[in-house]
Every structure is written in structure tokens, then in C-alpha cells.
């Protein structure tokens, strides 16, 4: 097209606007592009006296197609620059500069093609060259009665779209509201919280100093009350053992069962005594461990002699395994031979019929330290309570004893450094394991 009267501008106007629906452009595009080129026109026509317009189809390297307008000048550009008179034309298309082509000085914009339009084959673009050139332009009133239309409607779209802004921008204030009274009420209960946690954490300190406090003061009667009573309850074992002496005056049938039972309780109430103490030694921390090397064969050959001896239940054979070499550990031996002694002592109470085992395992820098018996077994639910003081797991099973074995000997494992652990299930007996280190702590 040639551009050379003001008649022209229209004429190049509506032809942008018709090869712009021809290759696919929205509506919107369609009257970008054309008032961009339109523009681009009146500023050429009145600077260097007109240009030939030039429509092309290119394909960018994406593979994406563009609509390409050249706006080659009558006369050469100062300066080989173009600068529009409106700023917003750039705005408009995707591109708007000014290159050299074929010796010219070019004005040339673009703008991306959708890639749901029909596709420009070379066919495509014959058949809308043809068709174009097939038209009659309009008149200029016509055009700008277009104009006015279009400008219309994208005033209306305009309008809409201000009215639709200000709904959001009113639901916006009142989220902000919401949010805002939301934030408030959290930072009053928060702090209302926080005020309630530091109550809590003072009246926990308070009840701890108490706890701390019981705690000593039940250590302290356990002690002194078990120190108390050894000497009576020795006394009295002394005693019985005196009148059942050969050198004594012979006593009846029935005198020498009523001693033997006065013989029997004292001793039992002296292991009470015993365990009280020990009990209340291990509470109040005041056991310190005497580190050394400890043959494990050793210790476990005493704990086999000294066991059965005492071992009267002829159906439940004791069985200590030797440990594997090197077997040594650092640690104290008497505490850790008294641990051992609880659960042998406690497996052959608890068991009528099968074994009591003793093992070592070494595992990396640990030892395990396993006892286990074929006895009835303790349910799930008991296996932690069984560790408390003063506690019997309820049942036909049910034997003799102070529950305080467990709870000692669980106290003296972690004295040492180490763990004591219960598996058992009913029906199957019990397994404690006691796992220490190897070096100590």
C-alpha cells in the first residue's frame, strides 16, 4: 500500500484491521495494531512525506508465527531514527523499531499470531492476498464511525472492568477487616495462653520443688527406718538359730516348726530391710560405681555356685552360659553382680517347670546381658509396672516378694550406663536384657 495523503491513513488504518481478523488476531489485537500502524502513518506522512506499507507473515525461531508490518519511508529518516509522537504505540504491538532492509530505513512492528488460528501456509496467505485485494476500502467517515464504535466498547470494557475492580478492591477492605479482627482475637488468646502456660510452668516448678522434696524425705525414712530394724531382725535370726542349736536344750517337734518359722519371716523380713536400703541408697545418689575390669566368666561362675546352692525347685534346671572372649567389661562388679542376682532370683521365683538361662552377648562396644526363664509369662500391658516399686504383676502366678527386685535392679543398670529391658508375652516366660557398654561410661 502507499501512504502519501492524509485520505491514506484511514485506508492503511482499516487495512491493518482487516489483514489482523484475516490471519487470526483477537479483537483486541486487531485494534492495536491497527491504531498503532495508524499512528506510525500520520507521524511519517507529516515527517518525510509518506511510506509504502508492506504486511508479511514470519515465523520467529520458537516456531511461533508473527503478523509483520514495514513502514519503509518516501525519504530517509534524520538521523535514521524514529521516535513515535505518542509513547503508548510501543505499548500496542510486541515490537516497534527501525532496521535496515534492502537500503532502506524501515519502521517495523509485529505482533505474535495465537496458535489457535488456522494455519498460514503459503496457500492460506495466497487465498488472503487475494481476498484483501478483492475489498473496497471504506470511506473515511466510515472508518472513523468504526473508530468511534470500537472506542465505545473499549470504553464500556473499560468501565466494566473499573466496576470489577472496585468490587475486589471492596471485598479486599473487608477480608482486611476479617483478617485484621481475626489477627486480634489470636493475639489475645495467645496471650492469654502464653499467661496461662507461665502459670502452669510456675505451679509445675512448685509441685516439682514438693516431689524433689517427698522424694528425699521418703529416702531418708527408708534408710533410717531399714537401719533401724536390721539390728532387731538379726537379733532375732541370731536367737532362733541359738535355740535350734545341738547345744541348747532340745526343743519339741512342734517347738522346733514354731522356730523354724520365726527363723523363716525374720529372714524375710530381713531381705525386706535390705532392699529398703539398698532401695533408698540407689535413690538418694549416693552410690558411686567403682569402675574396673570385670571378668564377665568369673562373675558368672560365682552367680552359678552361690544360685545353687540356694536353688530348691528340683523341675527348673539354672543354666549359666559361659561368655564369649575376651570377656571383660568396665564396669562396677558388685553393682552389676547384684543386678544379675535380682533376675536370676526373681526368673527361678516365678518359674515352676523348664529353665532359667543366663547369656552374654557382645554386640560392636555393648554388652547384653541376657536372663531368661520359661515361666508364666507377664501380659503387655504390665511390662512397665512391673518396674515400679512395690509392684506385683496380679495373678495365679503370683509368688512371694517385696517388688522391689525389678525397680533396684533397673536403677543399678542405669547407674552403670546402661539399659534394662523387658520382653516377655504370656505363656512364653520373660526375657530382661541389660545392655552396657563395654568401656564404661
Given at each position: 500500500?502507499?501512504?502519501?495523503?492524509?485520505?491514506?491513513?484511514?485506508?492503511?488504518?482499516?487495512?491493518?484491521?482487516?489483514?489482523?481478523?484475516?490471519?487470526?488476531?483477537?479483537?483486541?489485537?486487531?485494534?492495536?495494531?491497527?491504531?498503532?500502524?495508524?499512528?506510525?502513518?500520520r507521524d511519517l506522512l507529516r515527517g518525510v512525506g509518506g511510506a509504502d506499507v508492506?504486511?508479511?507473515?514470519?515465523?520467529?525461531?520458537?516456531?511461533?508465527?508473527?503478523?509483520?508490518?514495514?513502514?519503509?519511508?518516501?525519504?530517509?529518516?534524520?538521523?535514521?531514527r524514529?521516535?513515535?509522537?505518542?509513547?503508548?504505540?510501543?505499548?500496542?504491538?510486541?515490537?516497534?523499531?527501525?532496521?535496515?532492509?534492502?537500503?532502506?530505513?524501515?519502521?517495523?512492528?509485529?505482533?505474535?499470531?495465537p496458535v489457535t488460528a488456522q494455519a498460514l501456509t503459503p496457500q492460506r496467505v495466497e487465498q488472503l492476498r487475494a481476498q484483501l485485494g478483492q475489498s473496497v476500502p471504506g470511506t473515511a467517515e466510515e472508518e472513523l464511525a468504526t473508530q468511534n464504535s470500537q472506542l465505545i466498547a473499549a470504553l464500556d470494557e473499560v468501565r466494566s472492568q473499573r466496576d470489577e475492580l472496585a468490587r475486589l478492591n471492596?471485598?479486599?477492605?473487608?477480608?482486611?477487616?476479617?483478617?485484621?479482627?481475626?489477627?486480634?482475637?489470636?493475639?489475645?488468646?495467645?496471650?492469654e495462653t502464653n499467661r496461662g502456660v507461665v502459670a502452669l510452668y510456675a505451679e509445675l516448678d512448685e509441685k516439682s520443688v514438693q516431689l524433689r522434696s517427698a522424694s528425699e524425705s521418703k529416702s531418708r525414712f527408708l534408710a533410717n527406718v531399714s537401719h533401724e530394724l536390721r539390728a532387731p531382725v538379726t537379733a532375732i535370726i541370731g536367737l532362733a538359730r541359738l535355740l535350734t542349736d545341738a547345744a541348747s536344750d532340745p526343743l519339741t517337734l512342734e517347738q522346733e516348726r514354731q522356730v523354724g518359722l520365726i527363723r523363716?519371716?525374720?529372714?524375710?523380713?530381713?531381705?525386706?530391710?535390705?532392699?529398703?536400703?539398698?532401695?533408698?541408697?540407689?535413690?538418694?545418689?549416693?552410690?558411686?560405681?567403682?569402675?574396673?575390669?570385670v571378668d564377665l566368666r568369673a562373675l558368672f561362675g560365682q552367680l552359678r555356685g552361690t544360685l545353687r546352692a540356694l536353688h530348691t525347685v528340683p523341675d527348673v534346671r539354672l543354666v549359666v552360659e559361659e561368655p564369649p572372649s575376651p570377656a571383660t567389661i568396665r564396669t562396677d562388679e558388685m553393682l552389676l553382680a547384684q543386678v544379675l542376682r535380682n533376675l536370676l532370683h526373681n526368673g527361678l521365683k516365678f518359674t515352676t517347670r523348664g529353665e532359667v538361662r543366663?547369656?552374654?552377648?557382645?554386640?560392636?562396644?555393648?554388652?547384653?546381658?541376657?536372663?531368661?526363664?520359661?515361666?508364666?509369662?507377664?501380659?503387655?500391658?504390665?511390662?512397665?509396672?512391673?518396674?515400679?516399686?512395690?509392684?506385683?504383676?496380679?495373678?495365679?502366678?503370683?509368688?512371694?516378694?517385696?517388688?522391689?527386685?525389678?525397680?533396684?535392679?533397673?536403677?543399678?543398670?542405669?547407674?552403670?550406663?546402661?539399659?534394662?529391658?523387658?520382653?516377655?508375652?504370656?505363656?512364653?516366660?520373660?526375657?530382661?536384657?541389660?545392655s552396657l557398654p563395654a568401656n564404661g561410661t
Open positions: 500500500m502507499a501512504l502519501r495523503v492524509e485520505q491514506d491513513i484511514f485506508v492503511v488504518r482499516q487495512r491493518g484491521r482487516e489483514v489482523a481478523a484475516a490471519v487470526g488476531l483477537e479483537r483486541q489485537d486487531q485494534v492495536r495494531i491497527a491504531t498503532a500502524l495508524s499512528e506510525v502513518a508492506l504486511f508479511a507473515i514470519t515465523a520467529a525461531p520458537d516456531g511461533r508465527q508473527h503478523l509483520r508490518v514495514d513502514l519503509v519511508p518516501v525519504s530517509p529518516l534524520p538521523d535514521r524514529y521516535e513515535p509522537q505518542s509513547g503508548a504505540v510501543a505499548r500496542l504491538v510486541d515490537t516497534l523499531s527501525v532496521v535496515a532492509a534492502a537500503g532502506d530505513t524501515v519502521v517495523r512492528m509485529s505482533r505474535r499470531i471492596e471485598e479486599l477492605e473487608q477480608t482486611n477487616r476479617g483478617v485484621l479482627a481475626l489477627y486480634h482475637q489470636l493475639t489475645d488468646e495467645l496471650e523363716s519371716s525374720a529372714s524375710d523380713l530381713l531381705s525386706l530391710v535390705n532392699e529398703l536400703l539398698d532401695l533408698a541408697k540407689a535413690e538418694s545418689g549416693r552410690l558411686e560405681p567403682d569402675w574396673a575390669e543366663l547369656r552374654a552377648e557382645r554386640s560392636g562396644d555393648s554388652w547384653k546381658l541376657v536372663v531368661t526363664d520359661t515361666g508364666a509369662g507377664i501380659p503387655a500391658e504390665f511390662h512397665e509396672r512391673v518396674f515400679e516399686e512395690f509392684y506385683q504383676v496380679p495373678g495365679p502366678s503370683r509368688a512371694g516378694g517385696t517388688g522391689l527386685g525389678l525397680p533396684y535392679a533397673r536403677r543399678l543398670a542405669t547407674l552403670l550406663g546402661g539399659t534394662l529391658e523387658l520382653s516377655s508375652e504370656p505363656g512364653r516366660g520373660s526375657s530382661f536384657t541389660v
